[in-house]
């Protein structure tokens, strides 16, 4: 029992580790987008790139931005679900029903062992 005890508290460690991480991952990529359209508007302001080259470097920084976007959104999704104290609560419920199981069926093999 006090295995089932310790390992839901380290579930519930892990999943404030990861959401942290996700929050950092989600800052460096807000960063990176930044960082995107700063460059997209220097090339916007910048005469002396011709414009069919203009527009194609355009297209691959919105084509970056995008993938960021689809990225930033995805992380904070996956924030949303871990951070969510009711599934936290589930999750913890979830693995000391797992644990309790798992002891049971332990107890009732080597109970027919001997």
Do not use: G, W
Request: charged share 20%; aromatic share 2%.
């Amino acid at each position: 029992m006090i295995n089932s005890i310790s390992s839901t508290t380290a579930s519930s460690t892990t999943i404030t580790s990861r959401s942290s991480d996700v929050a950092n991952q989600i800052k460096t990529l807000e960063s990176q987008k930044q960082q995107l359209q700063s460059q997209q508007t220097q090339i916007e302001q910048n005469e002396t790139i011709q414009e069919e080259e203009k527009e194609k470097q355009l297209e691959q920084l919105k084509k970056q931005i995008s993938e960021i976007e689809a990225q930033i959104q995805a992380l904070q999704n996956q924030t949303s679900e871990t951070s969510n104290p009711n599934s936290n609560a589930q999750i913890q419920q979830d693995n000391v029903y797992i644990s309790n199981e798992a002891y049971s069926l332990f107890k009732t093999s080597t109970t027919k062992l001997d």
